[in-house]
Nanobody, 126 residues
Framework: QVQLMESGGGSAQAGGSLRLSCTSS????????WAWFRQAPGKEREAVAA????????YYVDSVQGRFTISQLIAKNTVHLQMNDLKPDDTARYYC???????????????????WGRGIQVAVSS
C-alpha cells in the first residue's frame, strides 16, 4: 500500500520560511501529478501547488505564487514545498497528495488525487 510521509512543518514568524517534504513509500508513475493542499480550521481544503514529474512543470494558486516553490527529487521519490515570506494566513495543516491523473484544469482539485499523506501542521505568527 502506498504511503506518503510529510515532514518539515512547524512554526515560523511572518516573513520567515519553512520547507515541507513528502516521500512516497513506492515509486510512483512520473506521468501522475503530485500536489500540496492545505486546510485551515473552519475552512475547506484548498490546493496550494502541483507538479508534473515528467517535465517538472509547476502550478500555483494565486495566494502563494512567488512565495512558494514545489520541486521534486525523483531519485528519492520526494516532493518538496519551499515556503518563503510566510504570512499568518498560511497557517494550516498541509497535505501531500500524489498520483493524480487529470487534465491541467483539474490538477488543483482534491478529487484528482489517489494518495494522501496525514498532513503536517504549519503555524505562522505575526
Amino acid at each position: 500500500q502506498v504511503q506518503l510521509m510529510e515532514s518539515g512543518g512547524g512554526s515560523a514568524q511572518a516573513g520567515g520560511s519553512l520547507r515541507l517534504s513528502c516521500t512516497s513509500s513506492v515509486i510512483l508513475n512520473p506521468s501522475a501529478y503530485w500536489a500540496w493542499f492545505r486546510q485551515a480550521p473552519g475552512k475547506e481544503r484548498e490546493a496550494v501547488a502541483a507538479l508534473w514529474p515528467n517535465t517538472g512543470k509547476t502550478y500555483y494558486v494565486d495566494s502563494v505564487q512567488g512565495r512558494f516553490t514545489i520541486s521534486q527529487l525523483i531519485a528519492k521519490n520526494t516532493v518538496h514545498l519551499q515556503m518563503n515570506d510566510l504570512k499568518p494566513d498560511d497557517t494550516a495543516r498541509y497535505y501531500c497528495a500524489a498520483e493524480g491523473f487529470a487534465a491541467v484544469k483539474d490538477i488543483l482539485r482534491a478529487s484528482t488525487y489517489r494518495y494522501w499523506g496525514r498532513g503536517i501542521q504549519v503555524a505562522v505568527s505575526s
